[in-house]
């Protein structure tokens, strides 16, 4: 478990100095977070290391969690789908019921704090009851377009709240309370993103066949149209008919009919082309995507769809360059021609790959562009500035 | 060694950023919104750029220069904001119009408008910077050299950059406390007229060292 102090070696200078400073302000007042599972990656991850290191210094900071019935679980994915801005359809049972469900819960959990964030759509509800401190809506999904039914439902709830969180201004919507802006981040000390010595990194790689001869692309993500490894396949032939890489494409399959489909795709295009290699890996394989990472020449996270997610952050850390969709999220991580490449093509990413190859100086000097950068604005440590500035401007 | 009756307190910041209903998806719209945004929110997009920007080039000096060339791809409109200096504006409804008069007159000379996709329009934030005193604080040029030295960049931000913008001390802080606490007027003068557009807040600390630790060889102690 990680304390605040080991944060120092990898954080910018000055900043647990700050976080200190802050933390002596809100010293002795309760925290708690409320999520939806322990488990997965996204927000559960981020509370992982930061609940720990809050009680290190000093905040009593608890995390809960809500539950129920399959019903009340498939109303509350419903619902988020919804807000996320797919049509779904829920009916009013159903809705009764996950309010229902929350109203229980929320008298089975301790909710007494200063200061209780509650994160996304499935715990939203308990705000209804609350009796004291400052409520925080923590939204991690981009929420701009919603289905107008859910919207008309939820709405409600958010402005019961103090206020609203969300990962970037365009995933904002209209609320009747303020909405701040806090950035994800990963955790520098974790598996998935801590140093790894020479030979912990060749086993890893060699437990998954993955040689390091030759400069090798990779995309980590989800095996979905929306991240596109189908076009960083396409982007791969343009480069390789130049230069002599290798492709790995890793990730987790969705558990859906698009998610299998495109597992297959990959799977017959690298049929035909040994330098394809195509990883299906468990949810928890933290050290084999940070060993894939660092043994990494150029990443991509070539995807065409909106959503907060931080493989680039993740590869900039690794001192990667990093070429990525010209999404909102994407943008917020890659500078331009500093620290990568934003594309909005096939043939982009395949321009920006050779362009790197061929002036292979720039490599280095992109990936260590990128380290400075993620150390700044997608450590853990800036997220507990958030958290810590949040509370201090809430509850004076 | 002449002591001040008042010390210096370094203080840092955090910038906790807050969105506001307030979306431009072309450059109308942005001339719009521009006239009508709180000075907060001009405020973050011009003066704060250096904050969020300090560990690189800032390529183009204010939000909206950014957002013209990357989401619009309008140069032209990109070159004439970026060239905005917000520190020679001594209000921001000074630098509010500047930046207005520079868009409308960018839009009489466009024969049509592209209108971006939601995600990709410029929308509106302003902060709040909650501040943390940082270490010791100074009564001597000496201690203030050394803390100086030493504090987190933001502190560097606070007292040159949002100083001078927000607390209308066009001096900054750190000139201010050497010319009334410390009596220096020559150094007060010469770090009130250090420029910190388009560099870093690394290259502002260094160009203040340079500064004090002149005046300490010269015996300003």
Same mark, same amino acid.
């Given at each position: ?54 009680? %290190? ?198 558990? %859906? ?17 040994? %330098? ?121 | ?83 905005? %200096? ?136």
């Amino acid at each position: 478990m990680s304390r605040i102090a080991d944060y120092r070696q990898v954080a910018p200078q000055g900043t647990v100095d700050i976080i200190e400073r802050l933390a002596e302000r809100v010293r002795g007042r309760r925290f708690v977070h409320v999520s939806g599972g322990r488990l997965g990656s996204g927000p559960a991850q981020v509370l992982r290391a930061a609940v720990p290191v809050l009680n %290190d210094l000093g905040i009593d900071t608890r995390w809960e969690i809500t539950g129920g019935d399959a019903a009340y679980y498939a109303t509350a994915r419903a619902l988020q789908t919804a807000l996320e801005g797919t049509e779904r359809v829920f009916t009013q049972e159903g809705m009764d019921h996950y309010l229902e469900t929350n109203r229980v819960t929320a008298g089975r959990l301790d909710l007494g704090a200063d200061f209780v964030f509650v994160h996304d759509v499935q715990p939203a509800s308990l705000v209804t009851a609350r009796a004291g401190g400052r409520w925080v809506w923590r939204c991690h999904f981009d929420c701009s377009a919603p289905q107008h039914g859910a919207w008309a439902v939820f709405r409600p709830l958010v402005n019961q709240f103090d206020a609203a969180v969300f990962s970037l201004p365009q995933y904002a919507r209209r609320l009747g309370v303020p909405a701040y802006i806090l950035l994800p981040s990963i955790d520098p000390l974790s598996d998935k993103n801590r140093d790894l010595a020479p030979r912990e990194l060749a086993a890893v790689l060699a437990s998954l066949r993955v040689d390091q001869a030759r400069p090798l692309l990779l995309q980590v993500g989800p095996f979905t149209r929306g991240h596109d490894p189908l076009g960083v396949v396409n982007a791969y032939r343009i480069v390789k008919k130049h230069h002599d890489v290798r492709l790995v494409l890793a990730g987790a399959a969705e558990d %859906d009919p698009d998610s299998r489909e495109v597992v297959a795709d990959l799977r017959e295009a690298a049929r035909g082309d040994a %330098d394809i290699t195509v990883l299906e890996l468990p949810a928890d394989a933290h050290l084999q995507i940070n060993a894939l990472q660092r043994a990494a020449t150029i990443v991509l996270q070539k995807s065409v769809q909106e959503g907060f997610d931080l493989g680039a952050a993740e590869a900039m850390w690794k001192g990667k360059p990093v070429i990525g969709g010209a999404t909102g999220a994407l943008a917020q991580q890659i500078l331009h021609d500093v620290t990568g490449y934003l594309v909005r093509s096939v043939e982009g990413a395949a321009f920006r790959i050779r362009h790197l190859l061929n002036n292979h100086e720039q490599i280095p000097r992109m990936g260590a562009a990128g380290r400075e950068h993620a150390r700044r604005a997608f450590l853990l440590t800036r997220h507990l500035l958030d958290y810590l500035a949040l509370m201090v401007h809430l509850t004076p | 060694m002449r002591a001040a009756e008042h010390s210096f307190v370094f203080m840092g910041c955090v910038e906790l950023r807050q969105a506001l209903d307030f979306h431009a998806l072309d450059e109308r719209e942005l001339l719009d919104r521009v006239r009508e945004a709180p000075p907060d929110s001009i405020f973050f997009h011009t003066y704060g750029y250096f904050l969020r920007h300090r560990p690189f080039t800032t390529a183009y000096g204010n939000d909206f220069a950014r957002w013209a060339a990357v989401e619009l791809r309008d140069q032209v409109l990109a070159e004439r904001l970026a060239v905005v %200096d917000p520190f020679s504006f001594p209000t921001l409804d000074e630098l509010r119009e500047e930046l207005a008069t520079i868009v409308q007159d960018h839009v009489r000379g466009v024969e049509a408008v592209v209108r971006l996709p939601f995600a990709r329009g410029f929308h509106f934030q302003q902060s709040h910077l909650v501040e943390v005193p940082l270490g010791p604080s100074a009564r001597t040029l000496r201690e203030f050299r050394d803390g100086l030295a030493m504090v987190d960049a933001s502190a560097i931000y606070l007292h040159m950059v949002a100083g001078r913008a927000r607390r209308g001390r066009a001096a900054g802080d750190f000139a201010e406390w050497l010319r009334t606490s410390l009596g220096m007027e020559a150094l007060a003068e010469q770090i009130a007229r250090i420029d910190a557009y388009l560099t870093t807040l690394e290259r502002v600390r260094g160009r203040l060292l340079n500064l004090v630790d002149a005046a300490l060889e010269e015996g300003g102690e």
